[in-house]
């Protein structure tokens, strides 16, 4: 991995670099009263940048988002005339801030959770060639804001994810994050919920270097628009981290559903094998072999599905890099 920006232009005096962009996204909801705040404390010059743009996505407000936004300096508005959800927002902005020449690309909340002043720590991985996509880790255990179920939900999820995704981040959840052009090229995201969880998952079907940085929070201003109790963060939260372990690992994720079946055939085999060798109760063989059978077709069908489903992902694969190319040709020629 080389440091990001670093373009060879010939040798010896005609070697050079280009300019290095970073450009802030800040995907928006009704921000019209959290965001001056959050505009404030982001930085116009951050160490190994030649430039730092803001960049505002209006997710179909109804308030003056994208108005308070242009009043505040910010250098690119991208308006949706609709509410198409965070997961939207987010994608349209990678797509924006590509097109606009970014080298890397930092996301963060509207609602200024996150300490901006963090934001070099946060790309310093990227531009030492360490990492593809950094996520800013919050001090969970810290935050008033968050009750005791809250925190134990914040890490049972993060488990989750980092065994999906084989990375070892420890605030899964976290929006604080800076990707690397590359990483920001070949990002997808399949869900209308939310992207953070998903895109680890990816990052690490793909292969990507992911590393986590502490960092710092503000007090909240605002109840969470994305999570409104916890049973609906509990429900989104398992149905992304499924369909995430079922598309980026199919193989493994029916391999594991087929085990219940299996598991439960064994069982009834050695039932039927005990009540046909060590007692005389021959009418209570037959249902155990003939529910073992069953079990045991079940396990075979969904282990079927799993390779095919994993055939599909190569598939799936393939079609993702030529994505990937063509999205670079585009972002290229708006470039040029």
Same mark, same amino acid.
């Given at each position: 991995?080389?440091?990001?920006?670093?373009?060879?232009?010939?040798?010896?005096?005609? *070697?050079?670099?280009?300019?290095?962009?970073?450009?802030?996204?800040?995907?928006?909801?009704?921000?019209?009263?959290?965001?001056? *705040?959050?505009?404030?404390?982001?930085?116009? &010059?951050?160490?190994?940048?030649?430039?730092?743009?803001?960049?505002?996505?209006?997710?179909?407000? !109804?308030?003056?988002?994208?108005?308070? *936004?242009?009043?505040?300096?910010?250098?690119?508005?991208?308006?949706?005339?609709?509410?198409?959800?965070?997961?939207?927002?987010?994608?349209?902005?990678?797509?924006?801030?590509?097109?606009?020449?970014?080298?890397?690309?930092?996301?963060?909340?509207?609602?200024?959770?996150?300490?901006?002043?963090?934001?070099?720590?946060?790309?310093?991985?990227?531009?030492?060639?360490?990492?593809?996509?950094?996520?800013?880790?919050?001090?969970?255990?810290?935050?008033?804001?968050?009750?005791?179920?809250?925190?134990?939900?914040?890490? $049972?999820? &993060?488990?989750?994810?980092?065994?999906? %995704?084989?990375?070892?981040?420890?605030?899964?959840?976290?929006?604080?994050?800076?990707?690397?052009?590359?990483?920001?090229?070949?990002?997808?995201? $399949?869900?209308?919920? #939310?992207? !953070?969880?998903?895109?680890?998952?990816?990052?690490?079907?793909?292969?990507?270097? +992911?590393?986590?940085?502490? +960092?710092?929070?503000?007090?909240? !201003?605002?109840?969470?628009?994305?999570?409104? #109790?916890?049973?609906?963060?509990?429900?989104? #939260?398992?149905?992304?981290?499924?369909?995430?372990?079922?598309?980026?690992?199919?193989?493994?994720?029916?391999?594991?559903? #087929?085990?219940?079946?299996?598991?439960?055939?064994?069982?009834?085999?050695?039932?039927?094998?005990?009540?046909?060798?060590?007692?005389?109760?021959?009418?209570?063989?037959?249902? %155990?072999?003939?529910?073992?059978?069953?079990?045991? $077709?079940?396990?075979?069908?969904?282990?079927?599905?799993?390779?095919?489903?994993?055939?599909? &992902?190569?598939?799936?694969?393939? $079609?993702?890099?030529?994505? !990937?190319?063509?999205?670079?040709?585009?972002?290229?020629? &708006?470039?040029?």
């Amino acid at each position: 991995m080389n440091p990001v920006g670093i373009v060879d232009a010939g040798s010896g005096e005609a *070697a050079g670099r280009r300019t290095r962009k970073l450009v802030i996204q800040v995907p928006c909801l009704n921000e019209a009263e959290t965001l001056p *705040a959050t505009l404030a404390d982001l930085p116009r &010059s951050v160490e190994g940048f030649d430039c730092v743009e803001w960049l505002v996505v209006d997710d179909g407000s !109804t308030d003056d988002t994208s108005e308070v *936004a242009r009043a505040h300096g910010v250098d690119h508005v991208v308006r949706f005339p609709v509410n198409r959800g965070l997961a939207a927002a987010f994608l349209a902005g990678l797509d924006t801030a590509l097109r606009a020449g970014a080298d890397v690309v930092v996301n963060t909340d509207a609602d200024n959770q996150y300490d901006a002043s963090c934001i070099p720590d946060l790309v310093a991985p990227i531009l030492s060639g360490r990492a593809d996509l950094v996520v800013g880790e919050r001090p969970i255990e810290e935050i008033e804001e968050f009750s005791a179920t809250k925190k134990r939900l914040q890490r $049972l999820g &993060s488990a989750i994810v980092r065994a999906a %995704s084989g990375t070892d981040i420890r605030d899964a959840a976290s929006g604080f994050r800076a990707f690397s052009r590359d990483t920001a090229l070949q990002l997808q995201v $399949l869900g209308r919920y #939310s992207y !953070t969880m998903e895109t680890l998952v990816q990052a690490g079907w793909q292969g990507l270097d +992911v590393v986590g940085v502490p +960092v710092r929070v503000h007090p909240s !201003t605002r109840p969470s628009r994305l999570v409104r #109790s916890v049973p609906q963060y509990l429900w989104r #939260s398992a149905q992304t981290i499924v369909r995430s372990f079922a598309l980026y690992k199919p193989f493994r994720f029916f391999l594991l559903l #087929s085990a219940v079946p299996a598991l439960l055939g064994v069982v009834l085999v050695l039932r039927w094998a005990y009540l046909n060798w060590f007692t005389d109760d021959p009418a209570g063989r037959v249902p %155990s072999l003939v529910a073992a059978a069953v079990c045991l $077709l079940l396990a075979a069908l969904i282990a079927v599905v799993g390779l095919l489903a994993d055939l599909l &992902s190569a598939n799936r694969r393939a $079609l993702g890099e030529i994505r !990937t190319m063509l999205r670079r040709r585009e972002v290229e020629s &708006s470039d040029g």
